[in-house]
């Protein structure tokens, strides 16, 4: 399997600077940016989607609005190959596959490349009243849904039946609204009586209702005709789990590495993979070994396209899972890092990450690290490696600093990340920010950088109260204007970063095959790399927020 350069990588929304791909690409031609970054991680609105800012997506054509095939070609002239991501797990119901199912029911070519839910479940579990099948109890014990109730979503098939699909993340249905005129002919009234219907129709959808619970109250002979219409006129948005045992699936696995390959992606981030192998009884997260020769199966595809592949997984450090993605020969994600730092500042003491990293040269774990990102600060990801007590100290710590927590369906113990930026969970420090980012840049692995904490990016709380339920993410988010970044650029912690940033993409000391001293005791922390007779030494101080970088000619 290829691998990936160990330099620098950039991390946005194609729409993140200015308002689109092109901005980005002017950015990093920017000669302030000359030689900071040899990776973009773009994020996956780069393609045509409709839901969780690119994580549902319809197909991988870019997004007419974001991007065209020119400002990819910038990039490349710039040196500067892509992270891309493939959603392994599921599809948006807008993609032309279900599509194809939702118009052509039983008859579509595509209608096992998602997952019947009552077809899997079959002889495992009692039908009920409402059409899908409630498994047995012994059946679903070892499986975690994201959200309350089973993971379904009832689809209407041509013929009227109501069929349901496996859906583990997103989903919402909604009813096209029928016009006075309409409702004459569906119920085949007079316009007065269809003008009454109406309001009753389209105050109780602006309530939520479904149609069967609308109030036909005064008009009850009309009721069966007027939600049968309704019904058969849903709209749906969501996410829909493919059917990994379908070879239309792999056909499709294929032609998107091949398609990203094309964009110029040399690393593939593997979103929500671990959703995707599925058995009746067994786990739905991290089914073995079913995670592991589904891995194994798209690294063949990758391997014909020249792609490393990047399994996204969040656990525990206590469970090891980083180590065995290590294993088998995958880069994998150091979310350990952001809150280690965080850690050390608050103790003031660089003991776990000299202990980390040391961990990661003796086992040859590669790495992409980071401080931010566009999900959150990976905070329980920490248990096993320092103690529950320090773990909720950093939370409690974060969210005094303006982040927010969320509980997945009301379980405390179920969350896994703290919603802030980098820099205002570290207090909006200049100096703790530049000497995280110093610590970044100098433990192993390859540096994802975050656009906001390159520009020191603080709590984007109006944009949360925007966003509205489930917004917590977007206080992370906000996108950067052009002359945001002019301003930025001339920001002395700012071009701090940038200079420690050039330095680690373009001294030959670093990289994944070079070797690590690791040295210092209590608050200081010393981190050498040496490469032949290159070397480069960090010295840091996580009491004074101090630091100094030594390198070779």
């Not at 070609?73 to 991501?85: A, N, R, T, Y």
């Not at 992409?368 to 920490?382: E, S």
Request: charged share 25%; with cysteine; proline share 5%.
């Amino acid at each position: 399997m290829k691998q990936a350069n160990a330099t620098p990588m950039l991390n946005a929304y194609p729409d993140s600077i200015g308002n689109n791909l092109s901005c980005v690409a002017q950015f990093v031609s920017r000669p302030e940016l000359k030689d900071v970054f040899g990776s973009f991680y773009i994020l996956p609105s780069l393609f045509n989607t409709d839901l969780d800012r690119g994580f549902s997506v319809i197909d991988y054509s870019l997004n007419d609005l974001l991007a065209k095939r020119e400002d990819l070609e910038v990039l490349k002239q710039q040196g500067i190959d892509l992270k891309l991501d493939f959603i392994l797990n599921h599809a948006s119901v807008l993609s032309p596959q279900f599509q194809d199912i939702l118009k052509n029911g039983e008859d579509s070519k595509y209608k096992d490349f998602f997952i019947n839910w009552n077809t899997f479940w079959q002889g495992h579990g009692e039908m009920t009243p409402e059409g899908y099948i409630q498994p047995d109890p012994e059946m679903i014990q070892h499986m975690f849904f994201r959200k309350p109730g089973l993971p379904i979503l009832m689809v209407r098939m041509p013929d009227g039946k109501d069929v349901p699909y496996w859906n583990t993340f997103y989903q919402s249905v909604s009813y096209r609204r029928p016009t006075i005129q309409q409702l004459m002919e569906i119920a085949g009234v007079q316009y007065s009586v269809a003008e009454q219907l109406y309001h009753r129709v389209n105050d109780g959808l602006d309530q939520g209702l479904t149609p069967a619970q609308l109030d036909f109250s005064g008009f009850e002979a009309h009721k069966e005709a007027v939600a049968q219409w309704l019904e058969g006129h849903r709209e749906y948005l969501g996410q829909m789990d493919l059917n990994i045992k379908s070879p239309l699936v792999w056909e499709f696995y294929e032609n998107t590495l091949k398609t990203l390959a094309e964009y110029g992606a040399s690393i593939v981030r593997l979103d929500a993979f671990a959703y995707a192998p599925k058995e009746p009884g067994e786990k739905n997260f991290l089914n073995e070994p079913g995670t592991w020769e589904l891995l194994e199966r798209v690294r063949e595809l990758a391997d014909k396209y020249g792609l490393q592949l990047l399994p996204e997984i969040h656990a525990s450090y206590a469970d090891k899972i980083h180590e065995q993605v290590a294993s088998k020969g995958y880069m994998t994600y150091d979310f350990f890092l952001p809150g280690l730092i965080i850690d050390a500042f608050e103790e003031q003491d660089g003991k776990h990450l000299r202990e980390w990293a040391a961990e990661l040269m003796e086992k040859k774990i590669r790495t992409v690290n980071m401080l931010g990102c566009h999900d959150g600060i990976p905070l329980l990801d920490l248990k096993g490696m320092i103690s529950d007590e320090q773990i909720q100290r950093l939370i409690d710590t974060v969210v005094a600093r303006g982040g927010y927590v969320k509980n997945l369906h009301g379980q405390k113990n179920m969350y896994y990340q703290v919603n802030a930026t980098y820099y205002s969970a570290l207090g909006e420090s200049d100096e703790k920010m530049l000497l995280a980012r110093a610590i970044q840049l100098f433990m192993p692995g390859k540096p994802q950088i975050w656009y906001l904490d390159l520009f020191n990016g603080k709590n984007d709380h109006e944009a949360v109260a925007k966003a509205g339920p489930g917004g917590h993410k977007e206080i992370n988010r906000s996108n950067l204007s052009m002359e945001q970044i002019e301003a930025g650029l001339q920001n002395p912690a700012v071009q701090k970063q940038l200079e420690l940033l050039r330095m680690r993409s373009t001294h030959p000391a670093f990289g994944f095959d070079s070797n690590l001293e690791i040295g210092g005791q209590g608050s200081e922390l010393q981190l050498k790399w040496t490469n032949g007779s290159h070397w480069a030494k960090l010295t840091a101080d996580l009491k004074q927020c101090t630091y100094s970088v030594e390198v070779s000619e």
